[in-house]
């Protein structure tokens, strides 16, 4: 079933856009508002950015009263949701084709913080007339954080039209990442080469496992025939809805493309830093005019920014969270920690952060839910 299909099934008005990127990518973005209503304008915008072979499904995967994308919907708003170059609903482009051509998929997310956000800013701000209220989740962030602290420029496509940000699962420094993905990818020989041999044309696609490149990929490397969600992020049944996750992993991967993944080795074997793709000395040289990928810099960050941080979370690690947002010294930063892990942000049986969200957007015509459910539990804030 697709994005369009659930929320329908649901009643809940839905819009599909298309976007082309200013480098040819034609990306799709969703778009609904409160269940048993029409879409009008004037309401306040939220967009909602996937992590990491995720798409815009992650976001209404969860019971229809603990999916933060149709919460925020019920509060009034107008809820628009993004799909990354490359993922399921985003495999166009104006004249290259994803299924043939290599060229297409020469992409990290880099490229999504450069050209995706971007555009759909672009796009949303001149069919709403509103500035732009951005959550990410997982890869959702950190491609925000390297919009926003990239040393090249900050796009002001995206910094003109930005109104808060909120970042769940922040992921931008990885000292201290545990993530199963992640530490394996990162201590596999000869990774690059086996995902240029069984990815040339995108990895992770729906249904991969059963095609001859998922089935290459096995071969190679074993572990990855149990991707899975727990391999990805932390998946704690104490906390988590088991039930949804089965959901949700029936939508998921939703494919990306071998170099975003190597962007991660890339960022964990770096000792952690934060910084943009390394092509080598001879094509950094080229691409960024010295032999070494520049790192990404929080200082340059301006914008009204709240980091919301599960303690266990594997990814997205607490101690890496806290040392950027301290390191965030121009922008008004708060910081928020729950018991919780990567997931649970999507589908957990409870969403403690869900009320300090609602606040920090501080929208007009919030419809707030005075429910246990939505309850941090023992989490503190700190507000720089």
């Known amino acids: ?22 480098d040819g990518y034609k990306l799709t973005l969703f778009r609904i508002q409160a269940k048993n ?9 939220v967009l909602m950015w996937h992590g ?6 992650g976001w209404i995967m969860n019971d229809e009263t603990h999916a933060p994308g149709l919460i925020l919907a019920n509060q009034g708003h107008d809820i628009w949701f993004g799909n990354s170059r490359g993922n399921k609903y985003s495999t166009g482009h104006v004249s290259l084709d994803h299924k043939t051509s290599t060229d297409y998929w020469a992409f990290s997310w880099m490229d999504m913080a450069e050209h995706d956000l971007p555009a759909a800013f672009t796009y949303i701000a001149q069919k709403t007339g509103q500035k732009i209220n951005y959550i990410g989740h997982s890869q959702g962030t950190t491609q925000m954080f390297a919009a926003l602290a990239n040393p090249s420029g900050r796009n002001s496509a995206i910094t ?5 940000y909120a970042a769940l699962g922040p992921v931008t420094y990885m000292a201290h990442v545990k993530s199963k993905l992640l530490t394996t990818l990162s201590h596999t020989p000869l990774l690059p080469e086996i995902l240029a041999k069984v990815g040339k044309y995108g ?3 729906p249904n991969w496992v059963t095609e001859a490149a998922g089935k290459a990929l096995c071969t190679f490397l074993p572990w990855a025939c149990s991707l899975g969600i727990s391999l990805v992020a932390d998946l704690d049944p104490s906390l988590d809805n088991i039930d949804r996750v089965g959901v949700f992993a029936g939508h998921f991967p939703a494919g990306t493309s071998v170099n975003d993944i190597l962007h991660w080795k890339q960022q964990v074997q770096s000792g952690g830093n934060f910084q943009k793709y390394d092509f080598g000395a001879a094509k950094n040289q080229q691409a960024y005019g010295q032999s070494t990928p520049p790192r990404y810099n929080p200082a340059l960050i301006q914008e009204n920014v709240a980091l919301f941080v599960g303690t266990g979370d594997e990814l997205a690690d607490s101690l890496d969270a806290g040392k950027f947002q301290s390191e965030m010294v121009n922008s008004k930063s708060e910081i928020h920690y729950y018991p919780i892990g990567h997931l649970t942000f999507l589908v957990g049986k409870t969403l403690p952060f869900m009320n300090d969200l609602t606040t920090f957007l501080d929208l007009p015509n919030s419809h707030h839910r005075d429910s246990e459910d939505f309850l941090s539990l023992d989490d503190q804030v700190i507000i720089a």
């Open 1 to 22: 079933m697709t994005f369009v299909d659930y929320v329908l099934c649901l009643s809940y008005p839905v819009e599909t856009h298309t976007v082309t990127t200013d």
């Open 37 to 45: 209503t029409n879409i009008k304008s004037g309401k306040p915008v």
């Open 52 to 57: 990491l072979l995720d798409s815009a499904d």
């Open 160 to 164: 003109s039209n930005l109104r808060k």
């Open 203 to 205: 990895i992770f696609q």
